[in-house]
């Protein structure tokens, strides 16, 4: 069940990416949430690996619109997110 989710995840996010049109620059990152794939095993269990940290870093400036996108919403304001990206040291966006 849990793989069947984040594969789910991964598909949708891919759609999103294709469908939508908006690839934006922030701080020098491409808005890419399918960068955050490596991350969706420290929301189902173990910590965030430091594959899923390093992606994280690069995501952070996206991490508001993908708050904001009914999508991604329900997997980044997961309260595990907020956790692992404390253990990252990413700063949590306040949007």
């Not at 069947?4 to 469908?19: E, G, K, R, T, Y």
């Not at 173990?46 to 904001?68: F, V």
Request: charged share 15%; net charge positive; glycine share 4%.
């Amino acid at each position: 069940m849990q793989r069947i989710s984040f594969v789910a995840l991964c598909v949708v996010a891919l759609a999103v990416v294709l469908f939508s049109g908006e690839t934006r620059m922030a701080e020098a990152a491409v808005c890419d949430p399918l960068q955050l794939c490596p991350c969706m095993t420290a929301l189902v269990s173990m910590a965030p690996s430091a594959k899923c940290c390093s992606k994280l870093k690069e995501q952070q400036p996206c991490l508001c619109g993908y708050i904001k996108n009914p999508a991604f919403g329900q997997y980044v304001k997961n309260p595990k997110a907020k956790k692992f990206a404390a253990i990252c040291k990413v700063p949590w966006p306040q949007c």
